[in-house]
Nanobody
Framework: QVQFVESGGGLVQAGGSLRLSCVASGILFRAYGMGWFRQAPGKQRELVAQFSIGGKTEYEDSVKSRYTISRDNAKNTVYLQMNSLKFEDSAIYYC???????WGQGTQVTVSS
């Protein structure tokens, strides 16, 4: 059974940092690109960072230079380091394998201004 379990969210002041983790199971992890998505209240879910199986990373413009995606294939885990957080980064953050439409419960990130 395919499953993605996110963790690491919380409440942080603007300018602070958080590191999110996502453990994948039920898939051959190293065979998939991985992505982090977020959804703020009243907004569409959006892709903010992705890490291809070839090692290429891409970021949504608003998070470039602040967010870093990384992965550990030995642990079936993808990470999202978020620095210089802004109020508008507040959202529920989700991860999944690119090409597999399966969502976990997400992890809430709240940035106080």
């Amino acid at each position: 059974q395919v499953q993605f379990v996110e963790s690491g969210g919380g409440l942080v002041q603007a300018g602070g940092s958080l590191r999110l983790s996502c453990v994948a199971s039920g898939i051959l992890f190293r065979a998939y690109g991985m992505g982090w998505f977020r959804q703020a209240p009243g907004k569409q879910r959006e892709l903010v960072a992705q890490f291809s199986i070839g090692g290429k990373t891409e970021y949504e413009d608003s998070v470039k230079s602040r967010y870093t995606i990384s992965r550990d294939n030995a642990k079936n885990t993808v990470y999202l380091q978020m620095n210089s957080l802004k109020f508008e980064d507040s959202a529920i953050y989700y991860c999944r394998a690119l090409g597999i439409i399966k969502w976990g419960q997400g992890t809430q990130v709240t940035v106080s201004s």
